[in-house]
């Protein structure tokens, strides 16, 4: 990436006021449908995690979203319940040994994501946007990059350019990738880049591709 942005006066949000709503209007009607289009998929899948009995089927984790707040993230649980027993959060490689066997089916289809149609629902979340992240993370990386906080004009997404193309943010140099991926995407975001980025994510999952 050269993408190269050191305040915040340089950049501009790619979409206009009516863009933003439509875009707002988008999740929420395509987040309901996908609720009640999947409802036997969530069905089955809580039954399978409820079996194992071994935690809670859903996991909670706070990310931080839109205007700087935090949220809930909701996703099925793939990982063991004691992965960051010490509580220092932990990067998706350090728990990856502990990922339960159906765990990894869920993660390999992506299927762990899919209670982030409720985030969406809800306003929390878009169906396009930078992935959220911990404080914790953000800390770090604002450190080596401030410009971070200009993601907060911004929805966090279930999918971005950098997910597809940047893959699993498993170390600090993909987490600085990560963002000026992100940055550019502000810069340059509109309802036809949105559409074609989840296009583009639908035909990779379709594909069994790894993203």
Not at 83 to 100: A, N
Not at 156 to 168: F, K
Request: aromatic share 10%.
């Amino acid at each position: 990436m050269t993408l190269e942005i050191s305040t915040e006066t340089e950049i501009r949000d790619g979409m206009n006021a009516v863009e933003r709503v439509a875009k707002r209007l988008f999740d929420v009607v395509a987040a309901a449908f996908g609720l009640l289009a999947l409802s036997p998929v969530f069905l089955y899948v809580y039954l399978r995690l409820r079996r194992q009995a071994d935690g809670p089927v859903i996991f909670r984790q706070e990310r931080i979203g839109l205007g700087g707040r935090p949220f809930e993230i909701l996703k099925f649980r793939t990982l063991a319940v004691d992965c960051e027993k010490d509580g220092v959060p932990q990067l998706t490689e350090k728990c990856d040994q502990q990922v339960t066997p159906f765990g990894q089916f869920l993660r390999e289809h992506h299927l762990d994501e899919l209670p982030q149609l409720w985030n969406v629902l809800v306003g929390d979340m878009s169906f396009v946007g930078p992935r959220p992240e911990r404080q914790y993370f953000i800390d770090r990386i604002m450190q080596q990059n401030p410009d971070y906080e200009l993601l907060y004009r911004m929805r966090p997404g279930i999918t971005s350019m950098a997910t597809l193309y940047n893959g699993y943010t498993d170390t600090m140099e993909k987490m600085l990738i990560r963002l000026q991926m992100d940055l550019e995407y502000l810069q340059k975001r509109s309802l036809w880049l949105d559409l074609k980025i989840i296009l583009t994510t639908v035909s990779l999952l379709g594909y069994g591709k790894k993203i």
